[in-house]
C-alpha cells in the first residue's frame, strides 16, 4: 500500500498546542526576526514499504510503478535480470551511479562495468557515505546515469571477483537514490530499497550466474525537490524546540503590542 506523509496537519496541530501554553505564559518584548515566523513549506513523501520482488536467480522480470498524489503514476522502474546482473533503469529516471574499470586477464581486454551506488539508510543525493575507493576495480568513478544495475560479477571477459558493488548476501538492506528528471514528478529524489544474494563463482568463460539474485523491497520520493535520506517514509517536521520558540514569541510580539497601546 502506497504511504503519503505530509508536515501541514502535524505542523498545525503542534503549533496550536504550544500557542495555548503561550496564553498563560508571561509576554516577554522579544525581537524575533520576521523570517522565524514564516511557515516551512508543505513536502510530501509518497513511499511503499514490504514489497518482495525477486530479481534473478529464481525470480521474474517487473515493472515497478511509483505513484504520487491520488495514487497516480509519476514514473516506472523496469528490472530485468540479464544472468551477470539486474537492469534498473526508467523513463526521466537518474541514477547515483559508479563505474568500475576491471584489470585485464588472459585472452581478455579490460572492460568498464556500470551500477548504482549502494548506499546505507539516510544517505542522500548529495552525501552518499561511500567512497571510490570501498569499490573494487580500478579508476572508479561517481557520476549521475541512466541506470543503477546491480552487477553479480559474472562476466565473459574481465577480471572482477563476485559482487563488485559489496552487496554481500547476508539480508542487508541496501539503497539505490534515483532523480525524476521529466514528468509529474520532474525534480523530485527518491530511493529503491533491496537486498542481495550475491553468491558463486565468477564466469569468465560465457554463461550466466544462476545462484545470485536481489529482492526489492520499496521506494520512496519527495516531491518538494528537497534531497530525501534513503529509507526515509514520512516527511520532516519541525522540532518540538522550534515550533514551541515560534509560538511563544507570536505571543510575546503580541503582548508588547497591547503595552503599546
Known amino acids: 500500500m502506497t504511504q503519503k ?11 496550536a498546542a504550544y500557542a495555548s501554553l503561550a496564553r498563560i505564559a508571561p509576554a516577554v518584548p522579544l525581537a524575533i526576526p520576521s523570517m522565524m515566523l514564516v511557515a516551512e513549506a508543505d513536502a510530501t513523501v509518497y513511499s511503499q514499504t514490504g514489497l ?30 540479464s544472468g551477470s546482473y539486474v537492469a534498473i533503469y526508467g523513463l526521466n529516471i537518474t541514477w547515483q551511479a559508479l563505474t568500475q574499470r ?8 579490460a572492460t568498464t562495468w556500470y551500477g548504482g551506488i549502494p548506499v546505507n539508510a539516510g544517505a542522500k543525493w548529495n552525501s552518499l ?7 573494487t576495480g580500478s579508476n572508479c568513478s561517481f557520476l ?9 560479477g559474472s562476466s565473459n571477459a574481465g577480471g572482477f571477483n563476485d559482487d563488485p558493488q559489496g552487496v554481500g548476501n547476508n539480508g542487508d538492506t541496501w539503497y539505490l537514490l534515483f532523480q525524476f528528471t521529466g514528468g509529474s514528478g520532474s525534480g523530485g529524489y ?3 530499497s533491496f537486498t542481495a544474494n550475491v553468491v558463486g563463482t565468477t564466469i569468465r568463460s560465457g554463461g550466466s550466474n544462476t545462484a545470485s539474485y536481489i529482492t526489492i ?22 522540532g518540538g524546540t522550534g515550533l514551541a520558540a515560534l509560538a511563544i514569541g507570536a505571543a510575546g510580539l503580541r503582548g508588547r503590542r497591547r503595552g503599546r497601546n
Open 5 to 15: 506523509s505530509t508536515t501541514r496537519e502535524s505542523t498545525r496541530d503542534r503549533l
Open 52 to 81: 518482495s520482488l525477486r530479481i534473478g536467480a529464481g525470480g521474474a522480470n517487473a515493472t515497478l510503478t511509483i505513484t504520487g498524489a491520488g495514487g497516480a503514476p509519476v514514473g516506472q522502474i523496469s528490472l530485468q535480470s
Open 102 to 109: 576491471t584489470q585485464p586477464v588472459p585472452n581478455a581486454a
Open 129 to 135: 557515505g561511500r567512497t571510490t575507493g570501498q569499490f
Open 144 to 152: 549521475p546515469a541512466s541506470r543503477g544495475d546491480i552487477n553479480f
Open 190 to 192: 527518491g530511493w529503491l
Open 217 to 238: 523491497t520499496g521506494w520512496g520520493w519527495d516531491d518538494s525537490g528537497a534531497t530525501i535520506g534513503a529509507g526515509v517514509t514520512a516527511s520532516a517536521v519541525p
